[in-house]
């Protein structure tokens, strides 16, 4: 024999109506004495957070060891032999790349590519949202009032 969902619950909302009792005499006063005692009494304080002192403490700890090692050990530029002047001439070398790496580059890709298609694409694209930018505020935001002429003040 099957049932439904439907008479489980009436059956058991059947048998709580029948198993339920009243209530002890002066079961209403003990419940809000309870109640009222309870409000009454302070809140326990929360034990101070020791681990996440001793997290932190320890965190910044190791930063610092670490710092100091790494200071310590790390060879200045007089024991790997690099003069000042080297110093220099490496970063104007390296600042100078990117423009001698394009000037090579540039002619012969643009011998290749001819009318470059995906920046004609991405111009295409551009005017396109341009154009729908523009439609949109046309039809839906509301007219500018018009412009005052500076001569009528």
Same mark, same amino acid.
């Given at each position: 024999m099957k049932t439904t969902p439907h008479e489980l619950e009436a059956a058991l909302r059947h048998d709580a109506a029948a198993q339920r009792g009243e209530p002890s005499p002066g079961f209403a006063a003990r419940l809000q004495r309870a109640v009222h005692t309870a409000a009454a009494q302070p809140a326990p304080a929360a034990p101070a957070p020791r681990f996440r002192f001793f997290l932190v403490g320890g965190s910044l700890a190791t930063a610092l060891l670490l710092a100091a090692v790494? /200071?310590?050990? /790390? &060879?200045s530029r007089s024991d790997l032999g690099i003069s000042d002047s080297d110093t220099a001439a490496l970063v104007a070398g390296a600042r100078a790349l990117p423009g001698q790496v394009w000037s090579t580059i540039e002619p012969e890709t643009s011998a290749v590519l001819g009318p470059q298609p995906l920046q004609t694409e991405a111009n295409a694209i551009a005017a396109d949202a341009r154009s729908a930018v523009s439609f949109l505020a046309l039809n839906f935001l &509301?007219? &500018?009032p018009p412009a005052r002429d500076s001569r009528n003040g």
């Open positions: 790494v /200071l310590t050990r /790390l &060879p &509301p007219n &500018p």
